[in-house]
């Protein structure tokens, strides 16, 4: 079960002029519960006029060893966004020393280091998880190669750019590193230009052999993910080697139409090994529900994107408004979004547990 721990703020790295890397130090009697997968991701949380605020944040670091201990620190990057209550904090006020409320790692854009080729399309801040998950691949798995496309808009905008340097230089002949800048010129590589579908289609069998890929990462701007599965569907990509995390939904579609949903519902939840059952007051999430009687009750960004409030549907239906988290089998397997999920039925049953 997910919890919240105060860690203390190691190191504040500047990045970019609107990115920082805030490095947190993981106390002995915590490691454990601090161990993640590569590309996992941690929610932050804070109060501010009486409001809670919660943001979510993947790691950037490599994964503990799993013969070894948990980790003693972990690394996140926080890009700023416009208007952004949490990522302004971190970049003009968190300062070493600080104290952060940080939720024990979730997610499941990850990869388990094997050998084969894999790759990834990333976009800005979407290099974030990719770092974790490309440092762990080529230091645990001496078979295994990884190509990594990044677009951003200059040089100067570009997060991880020394990281991602230093392992180009540590391993020259099992990681490709592919950039195309769209707002910039380069003195080598790719044109400027974004990196969209059309692009794609017409890029990726040009780097490497498309059909012999173990695994493709997507992370970025909703744009950016969505044209390169559309890309790498074209090219005959099986669905299941796709695996994508969505980091801004801007310009994403519209949540679901409303269907018609019954006059009184309730829904009962298993959480933490405990259950209740509680009315759903009209208009509400079933997250909102719970959290009105559960607290506890796991969530982060409550926008469909990061996947912190998984739960399995047990009994009834449900109509989820957005969903950038769940993969199709996840779906398919009876996995909803409890922050998007909307009652259909006048029962509704779901395992937080599970």
């Not at 070493?96 to 499941?108: F, I, K, N, Q, S």
């Not at 559960?294 to 469909?304: F, H, L, S, T, V």
């Amino acid at each position: 079960m997910a919890r919240f721990h105060p860690l203390q703020v190691a190191a504040v790295d500047r990045l970019t002029d609107d990115s920082v890397a805030l490095t947190l130090t993981v106390p002995p009697e915590l490691r454990e519960e601090y161990r993640h997968a590569p590309g996992q991701h941690l929610a932050l949380r804070r109060r501010a006029d009486g409001t809670e605020i919660r943001r979510t944040y993947s790691i950037c670091s490599p994964a503990p060893d799993p013969a070894g201990e948990g980790p003693s620190t972990l690394r996140v990057g926080v890009r700023l966004v416009e208007g952004g209550a949490f990522s302004t904090y971190a970049l003009k006020e968190i300062g070493v020393g600080d104290e952060l409320e940080v939720m024990t790692p979730a997610g499941r854009f990850s990869l388990e280091p094997a050998p084969g080729l894999y790759a990834a399309v990333v976009g800005g801040s979407g290099i974030t998880p990719v770092l974790s998950i490309v440092a762990t691949l080529l230091a645990r798995e001496p078979e295994a190669r990884f190509c990594l496309i990044r677009g951003d808009r200059t040089a100067a905008s570009t997060m991880f750019l020394d990281e991602v340097a230093d392992l180009k230089d540590r391993y020259p002949q099992r990681l490709q590193l592919v950039t195309a800048l769209s707002r910039e010129e380069q003195q080598a590589g790719l044109p400027s230009g974004r990196l969209d579908r059309e692009r794609l289609t017409g890029l990726l069998p040009a780097l490497l052999p498309v059909q012999r890929v173990a695994g493709w990462f997507l992370c970025g701007p909703y744009g950016l993910v969505d044209g390169a599965e559309r890309a790498l569907r074209e090219l005959g990509v099986d669905r299941s080697l796709i695996h994508q995390e969505i980091f801004h939904v801007d310009g994403g579609p519209a949540p679901s139409a409303a269907a018609s949903a019954p006059a009184h519902s309730t829904v009962t939840a298993r959480l933490d090994g405990r259950g209740g059952t509680w009315p759903v007051q009209d208009g509400e999430s079933l997250l909102d529900t719970v959290l009105r009687n559960r607290p506890d009750a796991p969530y982060a960004c409550k926008g469909g994107v990061c996947g912190t409030c998984r739960a399995f549907l047990v009994t009834g239906e449900v109509r989820m408004d957005r969903n950038f988290a769940l993969e199709t089998e996840e779906t398919e397997a009876g996995y909803v979004l409890a922050c998007q999920s909307h009652p259909l039925t006048e029962k509704v049953e779901l395992d937080f547990d599970r």
